[in-house]
């Protein structure tokens, strides 16, 4: 695709219930990031992935949270037993390779847990 | 710990007048340093960017500004528009790794 496609654009979840977001990167694209936003708050890194790889997961909040990337391309975001804290807009980007210099946004997934 | 910091929250700034945002950072890792911004609804959009081996960047109205030294960079939108308002994020980028800081949300006045 033209650009770093997200989905669900908004999900809305209740307590306790397990999601899963995905994000297709730019064709070609080697490096993907995941980030949290929360309101007023900036981008929090949560993962990267070089390739099918993720060299640190340091990021991730706890470990409900957990991420795969298959074939080099798309990547999946799972948050298990969801929270309330968990409720903000995911965004992923892609980059050509890691050591990229310039990052591509998708649009995000606005997850609200009720 | 948070690796860049970022001021002010907001700003609003005349039409016309130039908006100034800065940033400072404490990894001496960073090797690049991009300017983000985003829109409403939108995913961040890679606005300018600098290396540490550069003082000054400019490109069109924004410009720039760093001083490894200080370990502080800053971006000034010359001849601010209406449509500049969005939310800003400064980052650094090293070990792979590419930090924000909290971002500034900028409203121009018309």
């Known amino acids: 695709g033209a650009g770093v496609s997200q989905s669900p654009s908004n999900k809305v979840t209740e307590k306790g219930k397990d999601v899963e977001l995905r994000c297709d990167p730019i064709s070609g694209h080697t490096a993907l990031y995941w980030y949290r936003q929360s309101l007023g708050q900036g981008l929090e890194f949560l993962i990267y992935?070089?390739?099918?790889?993720?060299?640190?997961k340091s990021g991730l909040p706890s470990d409900r949270f957990s991420a795969e990337r298959t074939g080099g391309s798309v990547s999946t975001l799972t948050i298990q037993r969801t929270q309330q804290e968990d409720s903000a807009v995911y965004l992923c980007?892609?980059?050509?390779?890691?050591?990229?210099?310039?990052?591509?946004f998708g649009q995000g997934t606005r997850l609200t847990v009720v | 710990q948070q690796q860049v910091k970022q001021s002010p929250q907001s700003l609003i700034v005349q039409k016309g007048g130039i908006s100034i945002i800065n940033c400072a950072y404490e990894n001496t890792a960073f090797d690049y340093f991009p300017w983000y911004q985003q829109f409403p609804g939108k995913g961040p959009a890679l606005l300018i960017a600098?290396?540490?081996?550069?003082s000054e960047k400019k490109e069109g109205r924004f410009t720039i500004s760093f001083n490894k030294s200080a370990k502080q960079f800053s971006l000034h939108i010359m001849d601010s528009q209406p449509g500049d308002s969005a939310t800003y994020f400064c980052?650094?980028?090293?070990?792979?790794?590419?930090?924000f800081g909290k971002g500034t949300r900028l409203h121009i006045l018309p």
């Open positions: 980007a892609s980059s050509l390779f890691l050591g990229g210099t310039e990052a591509f």
């Open positions: 980052a650094a980028k090293g070990n792979d790794k590419i930090i």
């Open positions: 992935f070089q390739g099918n790889s993720a060299p640190d």
């Open positions: 600098i290396r540490p081996d550069v």
